[in-house]
């Protein structure tokens, strides 16, 4: 029902910056609650930010807050993740979800298949 492509990762140096995409598409992208999260090898998966439907609220991990904002384009049925002042621990694969719940939010049922960000010295 609803399909999820990231794009946008690659290789920075410390102290970098990366804008992730999160392209959405089988089903009306404002009904949807989003989700970064990410993975690094040898640990399990981060959450790393959220978005209201309409783009009104974010919540961004401790652990990235004040470097990643995340944002939406409801027009576009897009998602994004600007990532500044990257850090080597900030490596992992990136993941975007959806969560489709109409009320109140529930769980993230659709993923993409992640992008690479890896930051280096």
């Known amino acids: 029902q609803v399909q999820l492509v990231e794009s946008g990762g690659g290789l920075v140096q410390a102290g970098g910056s990366l804008r992730l995409s999160c392209a959405a598409s089988?089903?009306?992208?404002?009904?949807?609650?989003m989700g970064w999260f990410r993975q690094a090898p040898g640990k399990e998966r981060e959450f790393v930010a959220k978005?209201?439907?309409?783009?009104?609220?974010?919540t961004v991990a401790d652990s990235v807050k004040g470097r990643f904002t995340i944002s939406r384009d409801n027009a576009k049925n897009t998602v994004y993740l600007q990532m500044d002042n990257l850090k080597r621990e900030d490596t992992a694969l990136y993941y975007c979800?959806?969560?489709?719940?109409?009320?109140?939010?529930?769980?993230?049922?659709?993923w993409g298949q992640g992008t690479q960000v890896t930051v280096s010295s």
């Open positions: 089988g089903r009306t992208f404002s009904t949807l609650r």
């Open positions: 979800a959806a969560d489709t719940t109409i009320g109140a939010p529930g769980r993230y049922d659709y």
């Open positions: 978005i209201s439907r309409s783009g009104g609220s974010t």
